[in-house]
């Protein structure tokens, strides 16, 4: 674990009681810095949280990887995005 994940962590958890609900993106962020920092079990709460969203549309790591990588071809914003799925693999997220 490092103090840069602690900070997002805190910070994700800020903006989720902030506004409880408004973007399941901020659990699908959360999912995957939990289980990037051997947080399996609150990885794994979070991704069910944002999986029983009914505003949920992206279920797969495929269809997200697909969904983000369009936005930018940045090699730092796929950097992001595949340290993202590598998180969200770890927290249990199906890749089909």
């Not at 399996?40 to 697909?66: F, G, M, N, P, V």
Request: overall charge negative; hydrophobic content about 40%.
């Amino acid at each position: 674990m490092n103090a840069q994940d602690d900070h997002a962590i805190e910070w994700l958890h800020r903006s989720a009681a902030a506004a409880p609900g408004a973007e399941p993106f901020t659990y699908l962020l959360l999912a995957s810095a939990y289980a990037l920092n051997g947080r399996q079990a609150e990885a794994q709460d979070e991704l069910k949280r944002y999986l029983s969203l009914s505003r949920t549309k992206t279920t797969t790591i495929a269809e997200l990887r697909k969904q983000q990588l369009s936005l930018a071809d940045n090699p730092k914003w796929v950097a992001y995005n595949e340290r993202l799925f590598e998180g969200l693999c770890k927290a249990g997220m199906p890749e089909e």
